[in-house]
Nanobody, 125 residues
């Protein structure tokens, strides 16, 4: 069974950085996209970025591409999200999710089938 476990969240001061991890297991192939999403308090879930396991090709939502960097360790099926210059509005629960696809490029607006439990990020001075 495919499982995803996020880690790396915490309390950070504005301007700081965090690197979140999403450790995956149970994949039957590399035909999966792994996406990062977040949900701020009182708001809906927002897609940030995704990467295709088979190609390593990343995709970013335009609103976040300047401060967020997605990367992966393909051998370990782990996907990372580096967040730089953190702002209070980045506060929320960050989730990773997986979607089966044979497309070369992923999209965070797809329907993702498998979700992790989330990791909390709080940005405050």
């Amino acid at each position: 069974q495919l499982q995803l476990v996020e880690s790396g969240g915490g309390l950070v001061q504005p301007g700081g950085s965090l690197k979140l991890s999403c450790a995956g297991s149970g994949f039957t192939s590399d035909d999966y996209a792994i996406g990062w999403f977040r949900q701020a308090p009182g708001k809906g879930r927002e897609g940030i970025s995704c990467v295709k396991l088979s190609t390593g090709t990343p995709t970013y939502e335009d609103s976040v591409k300047d401060r967020f960097i997605i990367s992966m360790d393909g051998a370990k099926k782990t996907v990372f999200l580096q967040i730089n210059n953190l702002k209070p509005e980045d506060t929320g629960v960050y989730y990773c999710a997986a979607a089966y696809t044979r497309q070369r490029v992923c999209n965070v607006r797809w329907e993702y089938d498998f979700w992790g439990q989330g990791t909390q990020v709080a940005v405050s001075s």
